[in-house]
């Protein structure tokens, strides 16, 4: 019953494939994407009121810190410290024949042209692997740069993105 609910949803999809490809434009090509957000993102405000919210936004900013350390990597200036944090909604992530972009294709996924939100040249990527470690369904990865910085992603598994994992040997 769930797989047919989720084929089911599948297929009211945009073609966010067609997309990409238009938006890599000519020189490009798409090699493998798969939709993620960073493992260490920047939390909001806390909610509540008066002395609630002020507790709330202590700990999102204490948790944030302690995420930020275990999952991304490098000195200031990387890389890795370049790259922006934030966690909602989930965005594209593409691998290309010229590297690695990430996209926004807006909060319900259906903005056309997405704007292009990441973008690292081939050779300042050394390799794109699994961490081992999964939370709710997804799974992390670590994209390590030539500087040595790293930056993890939580990703979702669908067949959908069955090529995403083909394309990360290109970086090995």
Do not use: C
């Amino acid at each position: 019953m769930r797989d047919r609910l989720v084929a089911r949803a599948m297929a009211n999809l945009p073609d966010h494939r067609g997309t990409l490809i238009e938006a890599l434009g000519p020189g490009d090509e798409l090699l493998g994407f798969i939709f993620g957000a960073p493992v260490a993102y920047e939390t909001g405000f806390g909610s509540g009121f008066g002395t609630a919210r002020l507790t709330g936004t202590i700990i999102n900013k204490v948790t944030e810190q302690v995420s930020k350390a275990r999952h991304i990597g490098g000195d200031t200036g990387t890389i890795a410290r370049t790259l922006p944090r934030e966690g909602s909604p989930t965005r594209p992530i593409v691998i290309s024949k010229l590297g690695l972009s990430i996209w926004d294709l807006g909060i319900a996924g259906q903005t056309s042209p997405p704007s292009r939100q990441v973008s690292v040249a081939r050779q300042n990527i050394r390799s794109i692997s699994r961490t081992g470690k999964t939370r709710g369904g997804m799974v992390e990865i670590r994209v390590v740069f030539s500087d040595e910085s790293y930056f993890d992603y939580r990703v979702m598994e669908h067949d959908l993105y069955a090529d995403f994992w083909p394309a990360t040997e290109t970086f090995a």
